[in-house]
């Protein structure tokens, strides 16, 4: 296992052996030079890729006699059609509706669940930006069914024209529930739209109501048969299962399906923007003011290094009590009571890296801005310390070990990451990719991406919550 | 994402029985190897369950009865915010060399307090358990309640309190405990109020301290541990606690029943909550309430109440029905949300469901499916360490015997249908049930609420 007193003892003393599988991950002017160490990968995951495309990946765990079967489809709410948005979100809850299948078998709406329960499983689906997912957990010897009815699904949608319109409510409810009613989620849902100008992340995945309430069949369908196919899917499975059993059942299953001719991703992009963006919104039923900053940084798929440094950032600046933010505005200054710095590299185009804030009190907010900003400007002034890299790399690759204490959390992790571009090497040997990252290169991505004084060519988008009567005077962010 | 947030765990905790005398196992093989972890000298015990397979240790402990329900009516609150100090600094070490040593060996450690009991959780790497054990037991024998961060705790609450004024549901839940424990302890904010926290001195959370005693104890362990070390290691962390005087619990009956209250509040879709009495633990037809209540709209898609009211008319996201227990109080909810027009429809459909349930059998099929899924669940909980702590502990929060989980598909299979049908007469009662509504309904009799109670 892990060795951490001698990996962070290796980390500053010795040299690096350059990773071949992502360059970008090592710094050529790393001074912090280190030695290759042979970290264990997280999940040992055997793969295998059918004749239509299906990529499948096992992650066996033989704990528990239990197996988790996630399917993912590399689309999501960013590939709507314009004028339709929530479609890929709509589409995933009629995938509850009722299919068939010639030799997979017929299923009647909401069947699929039921069978799920009665084996005493879960089952379950999300939609994101990027993709769109189905799960079931259930005790291993019934794998072989989850399989079959899911890949019936695949291609074999059928829905009736009533069970289209009724569950267009459950989804207008369900936004209300998530977003409508909610202060916070409609002030989150503004600051994307205005931080992804002219790209489709400015739309939110369960759709703007006025057009949630008009997606009809034939576009859903249309959409369903474009990108519902082996080849634009990743199927995952972790649980006491043999990998080659599992490719076996998948060559039944999901290998008589046909690929289909799915259409290249295009996703436009946004012009570069000057100006600074303050939306503020005065609510009613808000009690305690929020302060929110979203900036706009890479992803993993599009510069692996960067990505990785900020995953490191992420944990000096934003984890827990210890960290700089919570330390020096909560804990010194007193000028919040409670801070969040985050960042998630899966994505297919630009990751949100986001800083949150409660502020102490409503009046002290600008002092609370210039405050974050100050750290920031330390941080790109002066770095940040050995022990900061190395203590939190140790904890970075703890958290590793932990994931493997689940069963569906490997699955997860696996999906979101390789169906967002990530290769399985890349997430196996995370723990290693992580220990290589150099002072430097966290230096050099928070000079890039969230220098107050000469913002990127986004500059971030600042939100503020607040309540229905007080004004706040304040013009715009610094 | 379909919603589904019923947790499986609590279907497994429905489900249990008292003692059972008579419990004979015949010889085969056992669901969890639990073996009971003794310490003479301190006389505490643990359950522990091994598994070597990943270097983690999780440990779940409860001390009984020393919950929330036990602050002064002036200092709501005093609970959590112990729990929330209690790892901010102990023995030697401040709040901040204690939280970054936690972080720095990856340790999780964290106290929590519900009505009735006062938890932790402990998680560690095996590589750091010595540093873990020892660091609980400080914050268990030596917490320090420094002026700064029971400050910064108590600021944290009051700010969690105003955020969650935004939050309808949270608004609803307030409303909903203080007029169906009306009386009890129950009914007041365990998470303190705006003034009450205010009131609470690094004293306070002192004396509270010196109610944990170990003769409350309930442990569960799980992971890369051994019984021979376990025992050494509870002696090391618990013994130094104290014994205390443990307070008997009698049940509380619900107020206000049949009542109709309502928040308004300017938003587009209504929060309904409604309770009624529920079935107590150590009742005969607990199994058969449970299996009725699963059918009713405990299991999500395929209840009932899911049925008619979202895949049928698409009246809402998401509806469930589930039992609440506390050591003093017993509670069957329902909750849901629908676009204010519907409210008064949605809830003569739920009445619908409970005539239904008190005049008509469930099917065969009904009944099969739910106790199918009752029992082939329970492995999907047993997933990870600290899942596996948590059941340990629970099982013995509700003094079950330590072979309750290789009983537990046999009770359930011998519910049948007529006692599901005879526990739905005696226990469904919609006319008792206590209605909350947050939002802007239409067309409702009720009593207007017009300050959440508990809050300011």
């Known amino acids: 296992m892990l060795k951490r007193i001698c990996i962070i003892m290796l980390l500053c003393l010795l040299i690096l052996f350059p990773f071949t599988k992502i360059s970008s991950a090592k710094d050529s002017t790393n001074r912090n030079k280190t030695k290759h160490i042979k970290v264990p990968k997280i999940f040992n995951a ?337 770095g940040i310390t050995d022990e900061e890299l190395s203590d939190s790399i140790t904890r970075m690759q703890a958290d590793a070990i932990y994931a493997r204490d689940s069963l569906s959390g490997p699955a997860m992790i696996i999906g979101y990451n390789v169906i967002t571009g990530s290769s399985l090497d890349d997430i196996e040997n995370w723990s290693e990719y992580i220990s290589h990252v150099s002072k430097d290169q966290i230096q050099a991505v928070a000079k890039k991406y969230l220098n107050p004084d000469m913002p990127y060519n986004h500059p971030p988008v600042t939100g503020l919550l607040l309540p229905k009567k007080l004004k706040t005077t304040k013009k715009g962010a610094e | 994402m379909r919603d589904k947030n019923y947790i499986k765990f609590l279907l497994i905790i429905f489900c249990l029985l008292p003692f059972s005398t008579f419990a004979k ?97 402990l998680k560690t790497l095996s590589q750091n358990k010595e540093k873990a054990f020892e660091l609980l037991k400080l914050a268990l024998t030596k917490p320090r309640f420094d002026e700064e961060p029971v400050g910064r705790m108590r600021d944290s609450n009051k700010s969690r309190i105003k955020s969650s004024l935004s939050n309808p549901r949270w608004i609803a839940a307030r409303i909903q405990n203080d007029r169906l424990f009306e009386g009890h302890p129950y009914a007041m904010n365990s998470g303190g109020t705006l003034s009450s926290l205010d009131k609470i001195t690094s004293d306070d959370l002192r004396k509270f301290h010196k109610t944990l005693g170990k003769n409350q104890l309930v442990i569960g362990v799980a992971g890369d541990i051994n019984a021979k070390e376990l025992k050494k290691i509870i002696n090391y962390i618990f013994s130094d606690l104290p014994d205390v005087k443990i307070k008997e619990t009698k049940k509380y009956p619900l107020q206000n029943a049949g009542k109709t209250y309502i928040y308004k509040r300017d938003i587009p879709q209504s929060i309904i909550a409604m309770a009624q009495k529920g079935i107590s633990r150590d009742s005969k037809d607990y199994y058969a309430a449970t299996l009725m209540n699963f059918i009713l709209g405990e299991s999500g898609f395929g209840s009932r109440l899911m049925e008619e009211i979202r895949e049928k008319r698409g009246l809402t996201y998401g509806i469930y029905s589930y039992f609440r227990r506390y050591d003093e109080a017993d509670t069957l909810n329902v909750s849901t949300s629908t676009v204010n027009k519907n409210v008064k429809e949605m809830i003569s459909l739920i009445y619908k469901e409970w005539d239904k349930m008190k005049s008509e059998p469930v099917s065969k099929e009904e009944i099969n499916d739910a106790k199918s899924y009752i029992i082939g669940s329970l492995p999907l909980s047993l997933t990870s360490t600290d899942s596996i702590a948590g059941i340990l502990l629970s099982l013995q929060l509700e003094h079950l015997p330590v072979d309750y989980l290789d009983m537990r598909a046999e009770k359930i299979n011998s519910v049948t249908i007529d006692d599901i049908l005879s526990v739905s007469k005696r226990i469904l009662d919609k006319n008792s049930i206590t209605t909350v509504i947050v939002g802007a309904p239409k067309g409702i009799k009720a009593e207007v609420i017009t300050d959440i109670p508990n809050v300011e």
């Open chain 1, 46 to 382: 055997k793969t295998h890729t059918l004749d239509n495309g299906l990529q499948i990946i096992v992650v066996e765990n033989h704990r528990s006699p239990v197996v988790t079967h996630m399917i993912w489809y590399k689309v999501g709410a960013a590939d709507e059609p314009q004028g339709q948005s929530g479609i890929a979100h709509f589409l995933e809850h009629l995938l509850f509706k009722g299919h068939e299948y010639k030799g997979l078998g017929s299923y009647e709406p909401g069947e699929f669940s039921k069978i799920v329960r009665k084996l005493g499983g879960e089952d379950n689906a999300f939609t994101s930006q990027d993709y769109t997912a189905y799960y079931q957990s259930v005790a291993k010897e019934h794998l072989e069914k989850m399989m079959t009815i899911e890949a019936a699904r695949m291609r074999g949608l059928n829905v009736a024209e009533k069970d289209i319109a009724s569950e267009n409510k459950v989804i207008q409810e369900e936004r209300r529930q998530r977003t409508d009613n909610n202060p916070g989620s409609l002030l989150l849902e503004q600051l994307k739209a205005a931080l992804f100008t002219n790209h489709p992340y400015s739309i939110p995945v369960i759709g703007w109501m006025h057009e949630v309430k008009k997606l009809n069949k034939d576009q859903i369908m249309e959409f369903y048969d474009r990108y519902y196919a082996p080849n634009n899917a990743v199927l995952v499975i972790s649980g006491d299962v043999i990998a080659q059993d599992v490719f076996d059942i998948a060559k039944r299953t999901y290998g008589i399906l046909p690929s289909a001719n799915t259409p290249k991703r295009k996703r436009t992009t946004s012009p570069p923007f000057i100006a600074d963006t303050l939306i503020t919104l005065h609510h009613e039923n808000v009690k305690e003011p929020v302060y929110k900053r979203i900036y706009r940084v890479p992803s993993y798929r599009q510069n692996a290094g960067e990505s990785l440094a900020l995953e490191v950032l992420e944990e000096i600046m934003g984890g827990g009590s210890t960290s700089r933010l919570y330390k020096s505005l909560v804990i010194d200054k007193k000028l919040a009571t409670n801070i969040g710095f985050s960042y998630q590299g899966a994505a297919w185009d630009d990751s949100i890296l986001g800083i949150s804030a409660t502020p102490s009190s409503i009046d002290k907010i600008e002092e609370l801005e210039q405050a974050i900003s100050n750290e920031l400007k330390k941080l790109i002034k002066e």
């Open chain 2, 25 to 121: 196992e015949l010889q085969k093989p056992k669901f969890l190897d639990i073996q009971v972890v003794k310490d003479e000298k301190s006389n505490i015990t643990a359950w522990l369950v091994e598994d070597h397979s990943i270097p983690v240790i999780a440990m779940s402990f409860s001390f009984r009865g020393a919950g929330a329900k036990n602050d002064p009516i002036d200092k709501q609150g005093l609970a959590r915010l112990t729990s929330n100090t209690m790892d901010e600094g102990a023995g030697d070490l401040t709040s901040q060399e204690f939280q970054k040593t936690l972080r720095d060996m990856s340790i999780s450690l964290s106290f929590s307090a519900s009505r009735d009991n006062f938890s932790g959780a």
